[in-house]
């Protein structure tokens, strides 16, 4: 059975539905990947391929990469401001590199000098985004990476790195660095909505590692929601979890979205809004602000949430690209938000017109029949279900009956002529009962 992903086997826990309900319930957050990376902006020596990889990808020795402690000064950076662009595109959580691979900490940590107190900033940046976040409404989420390229007791080290010697390196003693970093982060910024782990991947960490950690979170904050990337179940960049004794309360897929529902199964895609997580000057690969909408819906429909990614500048500003799609998805929820929140996954899977996402109300269900493709007859088919409909509207003009008619196995819905928002006019059709549906022949 998928559907419990281990969490729950090593704590007693009575309240499990409600320690996930915000979640379910907010569908869409912020992904934010910030740090020392974002100054050289993915360029190095000529090439410009990289990003929050860049000690990597351009293999920069750790002396080098020191050096942008130097230079990390965003003078522009405006926690509010942040907080406010997030809230408008109808986003509910923000989920903020605490630390990446490269290990800085982006917070005031006793625990380390690799963090934000050692560059010219001095302003914990964490702290100014929690008490933001809790001004607005918002949950302040932590990504916090297992791998660390600068810890010395972290192993193994990379192919490249000749000259960092792993003598008296012990990999315990980075776990209770690691679990120091975790304490403080869980002390000090309030409630966390959720920790979000990342670079378990390497032999070094285990299992085991990833249960006491589990718990070791849990302890500090027992409401708090973890990713499954806490333990070695999940399953490639498709990111959901195998079977097994996993722990970790939902799956990641990166840069991806299942194709169909997962019934009993949280998961959250996360996703780039260009190629790069951090900031990168030369990509110019932007989604459209309708591939994203688009792609929030279609996670909507599947039962997952959207984790939509930010690579902010290193003066503290986001791209202005990233503004721009992040209002006109702002724009789009502002009219549609009612079928995003709160809705679960829909029966109906790949239609040729668009989503559909669902709600229980009054005893019956309210379907959002998401249009991406305008019907040019005018004639919006909903097959293979036999409910009785009670009325349709457009969500954005509720006001408007439109006329229903059943044509054997479908509902018919007639629409004016021309789509009200070419990116995806909602309709919602109210049924009686819930979804009882006329199963396609295997
Ligand atoms: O934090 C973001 C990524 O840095 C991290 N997870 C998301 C949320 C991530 N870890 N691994 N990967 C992404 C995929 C790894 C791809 C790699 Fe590469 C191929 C690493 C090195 C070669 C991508 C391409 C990164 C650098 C070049």
Redo the contacts with the bound molecule.
Sequence with gaps: FFGCQGGDQKIDEPNEETRMDWWRDARFGM?I?WGLYSIPAGEWKGTTNH???IR??AEISLEEYDQFLDDFNPVEFDAEAWVKMAKDAGMKYITI?SK??DGFGLYDSKTSDFDVMATPFKRDILKELADACEKAGIKLCF?HSIMDWHHPDYLPRRGWEKNRSTEGAEFPRYVDYMKNQLKELLTNYGEIGVLWF??EWEDTWTHEEGVELYDYIRSLQPNIIINNRVDKGRQG?QGLTAEGNFVGDFGTP?QEIPDTGLPGIDWES?MTMNDH??YNKNDDNWKSSEELIQNLVDIASKGGNFLLNIGPKADGTFPQESIERLAAIGNWMNVNGASIYETQASPFEHLDWGRVTQKQINGGTRLYLHVFDWPENGELRLGGIRNEAIQASLLSAASTQLTIRRDEDALVIELPKISPNEIDEVIYLDIKGEPDMILAPM
Aim: net charge negative; hydrophobic share 30%; with cysteine.
């Design positions: 992904f990947h990003a929050e990889w990597t990808t590199t990446h691979h990504y990342d670079g960049m990166e996360c997580w951090g």
